[in-house]
Structure formats: C-alpha cells, structure tokens
C-alpha cells in the first residue's frame, strides 16, 4: 500500500465531512440519478480525446458512487483491493502514463465516468490537467436546452471548434469569442484556428491559476472573455508565458471586478461624490508644508494656473454630424470656461484623419492626450468602452472615463445621466398633447436597446397614461436595419412625437424632444422634407456641462478616490439626474398652462427625492412587474429593464436586427432579454 493512497484517502475524508456538516450529498454525484426522471434522451459518440480532468463532476452508475468523496477522493479502508487497485495504478501513472482511456458520458458540459474511477482518482491526486477519454454526448432535451442557453451556445461553439476547455456562463459569450477570433459559430474552423485559440486559452489558464483563489467565483472561461476584450486577437497568439503572465498581472482588478456579484457601485448624487470622505475637512486639520501628511492625503491637489488640470475629449464623430457628440462638445466648453484657467481641455477625433486634432483610432488620440499632457481622458461613446479600458491599462496614471452605464471596469469610470426622470415629465407633456387631439396616440423615437434606454421609455410611456389613461405608445428603433420611422409615423397619423432628445438635430430639422405634427401649408414646413409643420412642445436637456466640472472638482479637490467612492473590486459609476443638475426639461410656450403647472409640480417631487416613476404598480405588455406590496425597484432594476410598459406597442429588438453600429453597441451595454 503506497503512502499516496493515505494522502488521498485523507483528503477524500477530509471532503467527505465538509460535505455532511453543510449538510451535502458527502460522495461522488452519478448521472443516473441525474437522469432519472428525464426519459430516453439521445446519445452522440464524439471519439477519443482528451478532456480537462477538471470537468470530469461524477460517476455514470451509483455502483462506485460511495467509494469517492465529491472531489474524487478514495474513502476506501487502505486494507481493501480497491485501494490495492488504486496504488497500482498511481504507480502505473508515474513510471509510463495510463494506456487505456477512460469511458465517460458527457451531459450539460460536465463529464461523468462509465470505466476508469479509478483513474480519474489518480488523475485529480495527481493534478492533471487532461486525460484521455472515450466520450459520449447525452442530448438534453428542448426543456432542457431552454432552461440553459449558455449550454445551447456551446453546442454551437462545439461544432465549429471542438474545444472542451473552454467553459462560458453568460450568454453570447462564445460568439463574442469567436469574434474575437475573427470567426463566428456557422461553420468548422480550420485547425490552425483552433489550436491558436486553445493555445491562447492553455496559455492564459495555465498562468491564471495562482489566483484562481482571488477568482473562485467565476470560471475560467468567463475569466478568458474578460482577458479577450482587453487584450482582442493579441491574446489568441501564441505568445511566452512571460507575457501573459505580465498582461494577467495588469488586469488583476479587472478580474476581481468581474467576479464580484454586485460589480459596479452606483454614485447617485453630485453631492456624494463632491463630499465623499469629507477628506479636505480633515485635511485641514493636518500640518501643512514640503512632504507633510496633507501631500500623502491629497496628492491630487496640485493644480493651479501655472499647472492647469489637463482634459481630453476623444470624440468618435465630428461634433456637428453628431447631436449626441455635440452636446459633449458643448460641454467641454463650457468646462474650459468654468475654471477660469484652472482646466484646459482638448478635443481629438479618432477616424476621420483628415480633420484637425484627429486621428487614425482610438488608441493613436489617447497617444497625442498623454503627450499632451492629459490628466484625465473623457470618451463619451459607449463603444469606445473596450478602447479605454485598454487604453486604462497601459495608462495607469491617467484617470479615464466612459460615457455608458453598467459597465463593470474599475480602470475606467463610467458616467450617465438618470434620463427617465426628464422622459417622465416628457410623457406627462405628450399624454397631454394626445388626449387633446382625441388620438391618444404617440410615437416614440429611441436609439438602441442599452442599459438605461428601457428605463426612459417606460417612464415616458407611465408618464403619459397618467395624464391619458388610453394612451398608447409606438416604439421604433433607430438602429434597426431598414429603419423608416418617420414615414412610418407619418403614414399612420400619429401626431404627437417623441423624437430626437437634442435641440440640436444634424439635419438641420425643428424634430426634436416630444413635438407635434400636422401637414404643412406650401412654404411652412419645419421638418426635413418641409412637408410637416412641426410644433415643439417639450425638450430634454443634457447639461453635460454641469456633469463634467463636477467630476473635474473631484480631480481638483482630491476626492476623486476616497473610500466612499473609489470601492475595492468594484466599478465606480456617476449616475446623476435632476437634482445633481444633469438633466432638465425644457417646455416650450404651446405647452398649456395647467400641464406646466403639473410639470413643474412633479419635477419638484422628483428633485426633493420624494417621487419616483416606478414607485407604483408596474404592469408589462407580459403582465405584473411590481405590485403595491413589492418592494420598490433598486437603481439597478431600473438600468437593467428588460421589459415594456403595458400601453407600449413595440418590442425590444433582437441583436440581429440591428444594423453593424447597433450591433456593436448593444453586445458592449445592451439590456439582457
């Protein structure tokens, strides 16, 4: 009897009572059982292979159930023929290696042992990563494959790269990376590309492993996505382990991030963040001068007109072919003018390398930022995301931040504005406006399907039946592909529009916030096509403005990273609405007296904080959402809606129907239906 069969049977035993005290099943889980109440499924014989010893989770038939603790462990007496059995075999494994495959059954992306428990035992003893295999696929049946998609995915995965390593628990995530590939799921790759990609994967695993512990929470799949979009087609070449081991170091906190359950901290008012730690108010109590404890607090306070706080705005479009561009644009000014010349700015282009201050990409505009000398990097396009993330990484000492909302990177910030609080009192105008002319019909205008967009139009939707209780809703979608939503508007008589939220529209056209529509006399029309005269009645306003000097304040005053804000293995998220003055509602002198009355009643409430849109029974076109005795939505229920209010005629678009620019958008911040 070899003293590694004590070991392991301690081990196993050691398993064995973790398991009974937290009172769980103490041995090896067998399929049988599993299936038992599944009926006849279909098998598919895949052939030989290795397979990852880490995915092997239990035994086919309850005939060797009890001899192995969960974690394949022996629990047999040292005085038995099956620990003779498994000595023999350990010394087997370290004088040639086994000869024999093991025969296994695979259900659910886990495998489970017909002949070869023994081997296994060693093999786990041992750490080994693979060994070979006789693999039989057990089809789950369509209730099955609904109730796990990720699953289904991978089937998809599997038949065009026939890889068992990789293990994903999200979904989309093996079509992102296969993207990242430069490949998608509907055909075979060739072999060259899957061995590249298993070789990146092996490469990134094997150097993962000691902080595996750090990491428990997720696996090592969904820790390779998270490295994939960081590091894109870079990470699939094969490259030394050095490097990896270097490029894993630098997004350890990355990872940490994207483990954590509640992944991003939510900075819900201008004030939190101004007053987070109140670190100048004991600052000052500090002694003062050369190396004293105030240079260690506040490191940050360093700015002054001679060294003015420096701040770049990478724009992914020319600001005035771009309202949402040129708002920020907007707001870059008005943040120059603020400080008085306490912050300079500078604006860069990246794809348009013919205009002044552009360039090539995103990654040749933060490299004239840092020569400039920026100390902090703005990009207010949500795909420009995975830019900066990477762009954050290389640059550590500049601060970046990401327009977006929900994006779980703690290397770049990120800031958005509560839009549904202004969408709301904007319903309440378009109800309005639709009860008056008998339609009670309204058309809604919206980008793409994003975290926070769902919020803003049912609150818009809510807003409106309170005032129209017929009210109906039509939903379109800019980014979908063949999109006409203003001829679809127009030749289904929908009078009242809610269209683009800027005042300022790249057409050149009045069609902005919620309008009013009617045919135009010759010589009166204000739309695009001066067909249509076009009423104003009220307008979103996003005062970026006030967004960006309150985060620069926080630069400026050294509170940019107190506890309070600046949260281990967190993201930090700026979302700010009315009463932090980033967003407002603007009515127009058409809209009727008593409405903006109530208007402006309402935006008081909400303001004070004593009003909420979603406070209430919310009802979905599927059914009830909240009801009175529920309790109130989080902030984060709110940003990730993924239903529609009840009045709302429309639906959520499917990523494929989207055009490439929505595509790229909605896999970045896009809600999960």
């Avoid at 070991?7 to 064995?16: D, H, S």
């Avoid at 997720?218 to 490259?239: K, N, Q």
């Avoid at 069609?511 to 076009?534: I, R």
């Avoid at 849109?613 to 005795?629: H, I, M, T, W, Y």
């Amino acid at each position: 009897m070899t003293d590694e069969y004590m070991k392991a049977r301690k081990a196993g035993e050691r398993t064995y009572k973790e398991k009974i005290a937290g009172g769980q099943f103490p041995f090896l889980p067998a399929l049988d059982d599993i299936l038992a109440e599944s009926g006849t499924l279909s098998q598919q014989p895949l052939g030989l292979m290795e397979i990852p010893v880490e995915l092997i989770a239990g035994t086919k038939t309850i005939a060797r159930q009890n001899s192995f603790s969960p974690d394949f462990m022996p629990l047999l007496d040292a005085d038995t023929e099956f620990a003779m059995k498994w000595s023999n075999l350990y010394q087997a494994q370290m004088r040639e290696g086994f000869n024999t495959p093991i025969k296994v059954y695979e259900y659910l992306h886990r495998f489970y042992v017909l002949e070869g428990n023994k081997r296994v035992s060693v093999s786990r003893f041992l750490d080994m990563p693979v060994i070979m295999a006789d693999v039989i696929r057990i089809i789950p049946s369509q209730e099955i494959l609904s109730k796990h998609p990720v699953y289904d995915e991978f089937l998809s995965f599997y038949r065009a790269v026939p890889i068992y390593d990789i293990v994903c628990t999200k979904p989309g995530s093996y079509e992102e990376i296969a993207a990242f590939a430069g490949r998608d799921l509907s055909e075979p790759w060739p072999s060259e590309a899957v061995r590249d990609l298993q070789s990146g994967y092996w490469h990134f695993a094997r150097v993962t492993r000691e902080l595996q512990t750090k990491i428990s929470d997720m696996t090592m799949g969904d820790a390779f996505l998270v490295y994939l979009r960081i590091f894109r087609r870079d990470a699939i070449r094969t490259v030394s382990n050095q490097e990896v081991g270097k490029r894993v170091k630098s997004i350890k906190k990355e990872l940490y991030t994207a483990q954590n359950k509640d992944k991003v901290s939510l900075v819900e008012s201008s004030h939190e963040a101004l007053h987070a730690g109140s670190l100048i108010d004991k600052a000052e109590k500090l002694m003062t001068g050369p190396g004293s404890l105030v240079s260690k607090v506040l490191p940050d306070l360093t700015y002054s007109l001679k060294n003015p706080l420096k701040a770049a705005f990478i724009y992914n479009r020319m600001p005035e072919e771009s309202e949402w561009i040129y708002n920020h644009e907007m707001g870059r000014i008005r943040l120059e003018r603020a400080y008085g010349g306490m912050v300079k700015t500078k604006m860069l282009i990246e794809g348009v390398s013919q205009e002044k201050d552009a360039c090539d990409d995103f990654s040749e505009a933060v490299n004239k930022a840092v020569t400039w000398g920026a100390d902090v990097i703005f990009a207010p396009s949500v795909r420009q995301s995975t830019d900066a993330l990477r762009a954050a990484i290389r640059y550590k000492d500049v601060k970046f931040l990401n327009c977006s909302v929900n994006l779980a990177n703690q290397a770049v910030r990120t800031y958005y504005a509560k839009l549904y609080e202004v969408k709301f009192l904007a319903g309440i105008v378009a109800g309005a406006a639709a009860a008056a002319d008998g339609t009670h019909r309204i058309s809604y205008f919206s980008d793409y399907p994003i975290y926070g967009t769902i919020a803003a139009i049912n609150a818009f939707a809510i807003g409106a039946a309170m005032v129209d209780p017929k009210v109906t809703v039509t939903l379109d979608w800019a980014g979908r592909q063949d999109n006409n939503w203003w001829r679809s508007t127009v030749e289904q008589g929908i009078h009242v529009i809610s269209a683009v939220d800027s005042t300022h529209t790249a057409d050149g056209s009045n069609v902005y916030g919620v309008c009013y529509l009617e045919k135009a006399a010759p010589g009166e029309g204000t739309d695009a096509s001066g067909e249509y005269k076009v009423t104003n009645l009220a307008a979103p306003i996003w005062k970026w403005g006030n967004l960006y000097e309150i985060i620069t304040r926080t630069i400026l005053d050294g509170t940019y990273h107190a506890k309070a804000v600046d949260k281990k293995d967190q993201a930090t998220n700026y979302w700010w609405g009315m009463a932090s003055g980033v967003v407002d509602i603007k009515l127009s002198d058409d809209v009727p007296s008593y409405t903006r009355q109530l208007v402006d009643i309402l935006k008081g409430d909400i303001i004070n904080g004593s009003l909420n849109p979603f406070d209430r029974v919310l009802v979905s076109q599927k059914g009830v959402e909240r009801s009175a005795e529920d309790a109130p939505l989080t902030s984060m229920d709110i940003i990730e809606m993924d239903w529609l209010n009840e009045n709302i005629i429309g639906e959520i678009p499917a990523k494929e129907a989207l055009t490439d620019d929505g595509k790229e958008t909605v896999s970045i911040s896009g809600v999960k239906k």
